[in-house]
T-cell receptor, first 114, second 114 residues
């Protein structure tokens, strides 16, 4: 069965510190992998996605993620967090074709302190 | 890039009324559309999948008579919450996908039933 695990429900980091949000997935085939960010009351914003090729993917707002097939992981990183990064982050996995929907993790809430 | 437009973004109505939410793909043909529901501080929960011209496939536990989904064209899907009650208050997000395209998400609709 397809599933996404985000082990950390809530993470607090200091502004300027580095960040890593964990994501592990279970999928039968080679998946598409995504990271979304959601601010309170807002929709989803795509940060980055992995389809194929270079396993280190660069996204918007200074985020990057690395696909590690051997670990079934797609962790999100940022070298220096800004206060505006406080939000909910969702990892998702999906098929490369067909009509199956994305499967989302439960999300990680990021708080940023001064 | 591809854009999905969801309307309205926020609706408040009295208990017992029906509410229609529209989801349009603006620059691609959406062969499949998905409707998600999101409760506060939770992840997205898939409600149903609809293919153009076919009946929607509902997830277990989702009342098809309560949440009517129509996908009559390749660019438009609607979700109608019939006889809405306060427990139907939630954030509803649509998503559209074309052939060999990843899912694109609307900005969501906040539904408040008084």
């Amino acid at each position: 069965a397809q599933s996404v695990t985000q082990p950390d429900i809530h993470i607090t980091v200091s502004e300027g510190a580095s960040l890593e949000l964990r994501c592990n997935y279970s999928y039968g085939a080679t998946p598409y992998l995504f990271w979304y960010v959601q601010s309170p009351g807002q929709g989803l914003q795509l940060l980055l996605k992995y389809f194929s090729g270079d396993t280190l993917v660069q996204g918007i707002k200074g985020f990057e993620a690395e696909f590690k097939r051997s670990q079934s992981s797609f962790n999100l990183r940022k070298p220096s967090v800004h206060w505006s990064d406080a939000a909910e982050y969702f990892c998702a996995v999906g098929a490369r074709s067909g009509n199956t929907p994305l499967v989302f993790g439960k999300g990680t809430r990021l708080s940023v302190i001064a | 890039g591809a854009v999905v437009s969801q309307h309205p973004s926020w609706v408040i109505c009295k208990s017992g009324t029906s509410v229609k939410i529209e989801c349009r793909s603006l620059d691609f043909q959406a062969t499949t559309m998905f409707w998600y529901r999101q409760f506060p501080k939770q992840s997205l929960m898939l409600m149903a999948t609809s293919n153009e011209g076919s009946k929607a496939t509902y997830e277990q536990g989702v009342e098809k008579d309560k949440f009517l989904i129509n996908h009559a064209s390749l660019t438009l899907s609607t979700l109608t919450v019939t006889s809405a009650h306060p427990e139907d208050s939630s954030f509803y997000i649509c998503s559209a996908r074309g052939d060999w395209q990843p899912q694109h998400f609307g900005d969501g609709t906040r539904l408040s039933i008084l």
